[in-house]
């Protein structure tokens, strides 16, 4: 389930990951949003990468892909990401 694992991200990576929830669908479904970056520096300045997917619900291939990368995000160590992380708003 999608929102059980950008709650499970939110949960076990709290100084990277932000939660909010920006509305409801016309079912009455929560859409959320997350926020990732590296606390250092003013969040407010960083410059924003949007990612969407799941837009079209066939198109399973794109809410798998823009999971996976703030999997990644939030999972990998290496000196670039964390770079990214500290310049970028993803």
């Not at 291939?61 to 995000?73: C, D, E, K, P």
């Amino acid at each position: 389930d999608i929102h059980r694992y950008i709650d499970l991200l939110a949960e076990q990576h709290p100084n990277l990951v932000t939660l909010r929830e920006i509305g409801r669908s016309w079912q009455g479904r929560p859409l959320k949003v997350l926020e990732i970056t590296s606390p250092s520096g003013n969040v407010a300045e960083k410059p924003c990468i949007f990612l969407e997917g799941g837009i079209h619900s066939r198109e399973w291939i794109a809410t798998s892909t823009v999971l996976y990368i703030a999997g990644s995000l939030v999972q990998d160590a290496s000196a670039e990401v964390q770079s990214m992380l500290q310049h970028f708003l993803f």
